[in-house]
């Protein structure tokens, strides 16, 4: 349930802004409290512990350097996410010197978050400027690109990027963006025919490996909802009762919590105790039908 704008408090909103690392992602995530710092002009205060970033009009002039005389020069709205980009996508003219030298570079941010227009020129100039020092430019592309622009996935950037997993799981939950690209435009099953699907019935959900999914899970329909090739592969195996003993059945307690399903769960425990917190509707059960004397009589 939302909290109302009115119940707002500077001490509650500086405890809900700690949750957030930046003012985007604090906007996003409780616009009410965001609002309301806003609107009693303390948001500047409450939120000096977040990461300053641009956006769509401002950008901060970044450089990455080697120290082999090599250097990059780039503009972003994202100083950190773009520094993580040139770590890890295998385009970038940063991590490619880095993987043919096997040399860590220095991230620098040399300008704060500026107009567009500004940090084009700024940009430029710094390129100028490291060159005369002798610098030689990584940069294929003219400086003044603007850096953070969104990415128009076409079917074959969906395909290059799918090409990075081997199975649709992997590709949605690092690539959203791409995924969904190519759902919304039916290139999905296209794009994705090499991969190796981790739920086929092919062996791979073994009874040992449905009992350790089925942990994950307080109820069967939770269960089935958010697994359904291990569910459905210990249903048709039969084991669905002995991997889910820990869940809360979903039928009637009664009907399904029997004086032998009881008696058996207890002689699993050695006390009373062992068995209220194993088992808790058991327990319940046993205990309001009178049971619990005659599963543990040594224990009186």
Not at 11 to 36: H, L, M, P, V, W
Not at 228 to 250: P, T
Not at 262 to 283: D, G, I, P
Request: hydrophobic share 30%.
């Amino acid at each position: 349930m939302k909290r109302k704008f009115n119940s707002w408090t500077k001490e509650k909103c500086q405890q809900e802004a700690f949750k957030y690392d930046t003012r985007t992602k604090f906007n996003k995530g409780c616009i009410s409290a965001y609002n309301y710092a806003r609107s009693n002009n303390f948001l500047d205060e409450i939120c000096q512990h977040m990461i300053i970033v641009g956006n769509q009009i401002k950008r901060c002039i970044y450089c990455v350097e080697f120290n082999n005389n090599f250097v990059y020069v780039g503009l972003t709205y994202n100083f950190n996410k773009r520094m993580l980009e040139h770590l890890s996508d295998n385009k970038s003219e940063v991590y490619k010197h880095i993987q043919i030298y096997n040399i860590m570079p220095n991230f620098k941010q040399l300008t704060d978050y500026v107009d567009i227009n500004i940090a084009k020129e700024k940009e430029g100039e710094y390129a100028v400027l490291y060159e005369k020092e002798g610098w030689n430019l990584l940069n294929k592309a003219k400086t003044g690109a603007l850096g953070g622009n969104k990415i128009y996935w076409t079917c074959e950037k969906c395909y290059e990027e799918a090409l990075k997993y081997n199975n649709r799981t992997d590709f949605y939950n690092i690539s959203p963006a791409a995924y969904s690209a190519a759902c919304k435009k039916g290139w999905l099953n296209k794009i994705c025919k090499y991969m190796i699907s981790k739920y086929k019935y092919d062996g791979y959900w073994t009874k040992e490996k449905c009992a350790e999914e089925a942990l994950k899970f307080k109820t069967r329909n939770e269960y089935q909802k958010k697994s359904k090739s291990s569910y459905n592969v210990a249903l048709k195996n039969k084991w669905l009762d002995e991997i889910c003993q820990h869940m809360f059945e979903l039928r009637k307690e009664k009907n399904y919590y029997t004086y032998d399903i009881c008696n058996k769960l207890a002689l699993e425990c050695k006390s009373r105790t062992k068995f209220s917190k194993k088992y808790v509707t058991a327990y319940r059960i046993s205990r309001i039908n009178k049971w619990l004397d005659k599963y543990f009589v040594i224990n009186l």
